[in-house]
């Protein structure tokens, strides 16, 4: 099967598949990136996904007090965007207590204020960057001991590869907590073009171009990573690494914004059975 690469390197298939994990059997069982026949159905749909990274984020230990902010645009209005609600931890956002909120972190849509330091770093972001659809940040362990670091993650292993000239290390504002509209402003245009980014002596962000799943999945993608990137360190072993063309091929393959979206399905369907109070 010839396989076409664009001048942006995103895989296609003569096919119509955008990756080589979507089966050619089209009659097995596999996630489907949906369509909409309108805005309501889609911010419902964004809505559930939204919560559902929240509760993965409780699961994976990502939590730490307040702090943490995950956030999607709303797909009638751009310049709004939904986020979880400030003081409530992420096990417990819901589907009632989500707020919509505008680029001056005025809460527009329910009850609960809004994280400053979250409207600060996101508005910015999503003002600057119409194509990024979603972002995430939260103050975990090993992202915030890897961030002071001031270094970029290493191609040590093939989940390290997939953020292989995908990411990005920002030094401006690094340590000093954002709560005033210029520090959002002086990083935002470090996410031009990648996915993820360290914020020395901060900790990690992800964004997504494609949805609030693949935001989710590689920022826990990439705590992981940084915890195998200090364990390896701590060994005082250089490791081998990835060659540069094997690390860009396995980003293409299993990091793009397409396997992000379906890394997050399995954790979506886990979360289905087993909390179902996301909706209410």
Request: hydrophobic letters at 40%; aromatic letters at 10%; charged letters at 20%.
């Amino acid at each position: 099967m010839q396989i076409v690469l664009e001048p942006t390197s995103e895989i296609q298939f003569t096919d119509g598949r955008v990756s080589i994990y979507q089966p050619e059997q089209a009659d097995r069982i596999f996630p489907t990136v949906p369509e909409f026949s309108s805005f309501a159905d889609e911010r419902r749909h964004l809505k559930e996904r939204l919560v559902a990274a929240c509760r993965a984020f409780a699961l994976n230990g990502l939590d730490y007090g307040f702090a943490g902010h995950l956030t999607v645009r709303d797909p009638e209005h751009p310049s709004l965007y939904w986020t979880n609600p400030m003081a409530v931890h992420f096990s417990q956002v819901k589907l009632s207590n989500l707020i919509l909120a505008d680029h001056t972190g005025k809460v527009v849509e329910g009850q609960h204020a809004i994280n400053r330091a979250g409207f600060v770093l996101h508005s910015a972001v999503h003002e600057a960057h119409p194509d990024i659809i979603a972002m995430c940040h939260a103050h975990t362990v090993y992202g915030g001991a890897f961030a002071s670091l001031g270094k970029k993650l290493e191609p040590i292993t093939q989940d390290a590869a997939v953020f292989f000239e995908d990411h990005v290390v920002i030094g401006d504002e690094a340590g000093q907590v954002a709560v005033e509209v210029k520090a959002g402003n002086k990083i935002s245009h470090a996410f031009t073009g990648v996915k993820a980014a360290i914020h020395q002596n901060h900790g990690l962000f992800t964004v997504s171009r494609h949805s609030i799943e693949a935001a989710a999945f590689w920022f826990i993608a990439l705590e992981r990573c940084c915890q195998q990137q200090l364990m390896i360190d701590a060994t005082g072993i250089p490791p081998r690494m990835v060659t540069p063309e094997r690390a860009r091929y396995s980003r293409e393959h299993v990091g793009s914004e397409y396997i992000g979206w379906l890394h997050f399905q399995a954790i979506w369907g886990q979360l289905l059975e087993t909390q179902p109070d996301m909706f209410d």
